[in-house]
């Protein structure tokens, strides 16, 4: 979105129509015009639901953004997700010294999650990728961390050579033989990742100090999520997704990080609090739940390296400073971009200086990044298509039937939705921010973590269950059908057959669904697939 566009939907009142069901519908809440409507199309409740279906359903502002004036706010904030970072270049400057991507719509094409790649390439856009590297006991290489950064700004040099990263995709044969019991046959894919020699920058350290032989080291794929209705899930009661997991776990095994499978009761840290929280906020985001409210975003920080008030740093381990210090290609060139680093006169020891700096410049506005949040806590869920059709009733009748409603729980309601944040920019009650109380949601999800043993699974094979709702616009808005969370599986199908592995270790927590699933008929199937792409 060029800035004249901006300037236009900033100056244009925002009025906004769309085909869904067969039917017109407006932004304008009127609950007379939707009374033949089941509640379920309502993804988003009245003020999260966007009834906009079209190549950009995942770009639209929630009912809510215009109904509690942020509108401006929000395209402003939208231009900061779409535009690239450059060094020097304002509003969007910093960028470096390592980054993983310029923009976050090199990850996020069309607002959705990463497509499959077939080679690692971060100036494409739509690789969503990161490579996540760990020792043999699947614990993250400190030299690396959480998101191994591909790219650099002169003089410095990225993590890893991309050039240097190689994709593979085997054909993988379940033990079905990847075919359905009335002979329809399906197939599935997964990726191995090889580094190959003088891909790595420096050396593998592992949190101990010592060095992680690459030859050791696991390395893996995640692919970004999707942003869409983000705000709501971030509405939803802590209380009530306790409740789930004192539910689930009565009867399941659930992750030992965050519930004792033994005791039936949460893991709680040494103070007291609970290891399934983050300051008082339950986690529910990212394949690994490691973020527990949207304000706690680090967007910029931990991907381009742009400073701001609260982070004032780089978002890069103090192990690479020492390569870097160490390297006279660094070492010579310093100075010449970084005068300001001259405190010493010695290149190695201002180079330690710079990378573990916590007063560095402020690069990005407060107002910039406010108006950010906006944008990424506004964006709205695509209302669910098809929902007054007989093939859509079935198709969610047999859904609950096989048992995927078990995982994927179909419904919650937010509370207050006060907003919580961890950084205390904002207030509870802060009028800046989107909000959106009271509302029954239908992500589809429980936000507890399932085990699926698949083919070179994820770190840990503990995995967030995925929201449904929106994916099945995904071709629509993004020009792909790939899912799951290295982009594995390229249709619908083929993401729900990847829920009955028996891999090493165990057996997928959802097999007996999937067997289930195998023993409708064909229509039925597809019946499932209908659903699961109209919600």
């Not at 409740?45 to 359903?57: A, N």
């Not at 994820?458 to 995995?463: K, V, Y």
Request: negative net charge; hydrophobic residues 35%; contains cysteine.
């Amino acid at each position: 979105m060029n800035i004249i566009k901006i300037l236009a939907i900033v100056a244009m009142p925002l009025a906004f129509t769309a085909c869904n069901d067969d039917q017109t519908l407006d932004l304008d809440i009127d609950s007379n015009k939707y009374s033949n409507y089941p509640e379920d199309y309502f993804t988003g409740g009245e003020l999260g639901t966007v009834h906009q279906i079209s190549s950009s359903s995942f770009e639209q502002p929630a009912p809510a953004v215009e109904q509690q004036g942020l509108s401006q706010a929000f395209t402003l904030g939208e231009y900061f997700f779409e535009r690239p970072f450059t060094e020097n270049e304002k509003p969007f400057t910093g960028l470096g010294p390592l980054y993983i991507r310029r923009s976050c719509m090199h990850c996020h094409i069309g607002y959705g999650h990463g497509k499959r790649q077939l080679k690692y390439d971060s100036n494409t856009i739509g690789n969503g990728y990161i490579l996540m590297i760990t020792d043999e006991n699947d614990i993250v290489v400190q030299s690396f961390g959480w998101v191994a950064m591909g790219q650099a700004t002169a003089p410095f040099k990225p993590q890893f050579d991309e050039k240097k990263v190689d994709i593979a995709w085997n054909e993988y044969t379940d033990q079905w033989g990847n075919q359905f019991p009335d002979g329809e046959k399906y197939s599935l894919i997964y990726p191995e990742v090889t580094l190959k020699p003088g891909c790595i920058y420096g050396k593998l350290i592992d949190k101990w100090g010592n060095e992680v032989p690459l030859s050791k080291a696991k390395v893996r794929l995640e692919s970004s999520i999707g942003f869409i209705g983000s705000g709501l899930i971030d509405a939803i009661p802590d209380e009530d997704i306790l409740d789930q997991y004192r539910s689930e776990g009565k009867h399941a095994t659930l992750n030992p990080q965050f519930w004792d499978n033994t005791a039936k009761d949460f893991v709680k840290n040494a103070d007291g609090t609970l290891a399934v929280e983050n300051g008082g906020i339950v986690y529910k985001f990212d394949y690994a739940l490691d973020r527990a409210s949207v304000m706690s975003d680090a967007s910029f920080w931990e991907v381009q390296n742009v400073t701001r008030d609260d982070f004032r740093s780089h978002y890069i381990p103090k192990e690479y400073w020492q390569f870097a210090a160490a390297d006279p290609d660094v070492t010579s060139k310093f100075y010449q971009y970084y005068p300001q680093w001259n405190k010493t006169g010695d290149p190695a020891k201002d180079i330690i200086a710079f990378g573990n700096a916590t007063d560095l410049p402020v690069e990005m506005k407060e107002s910039d990044y406010v108006n950010y949040m906006v944008w990424h806590r506004g964006v709205g869920i695509p209302a669910a298509r098809n929902t007054l059709t007989d093939d859509f009733k079935k198709g969610k009748e047999l859904f609950t039937q096989i048992g995927c409603a078990s995982c994927h729980r179909p419904s919650w309601t937010t509370g207050e939705d006060k907003i919580r944040d961890p950084y205390g920019r904002f207030s509870a009650e802060d009028k800046r921010m989107v909000r959106y109380p009271k509302q029954k949601i239908w992500p589809y999800s429980d936000f507890v973590q399932h085990r699926l043993f698949m083919k070179n699974d994820l770190r840990t094979g503990w995995c967030k269950t995925a929201p449904l709702w929106g994916r099945g616009l995904q071709n629509l808005c993004a020009g792909h059908s790939d899912r799951l969370h290295d982009c594995r599986a390229r249709n619908t199908l083929e993401a729900i057959m990847w829920h009955g592995c028996i891999g090493e270790g165990g057996q997928s927590d959802a097999l007996w669904a999937i067997k289930n699933f195998r023993n409708l008929t064909k229509e039925q199937r597809q019946l499932v697939i209908k659903f699961v792409d109209s919600i």
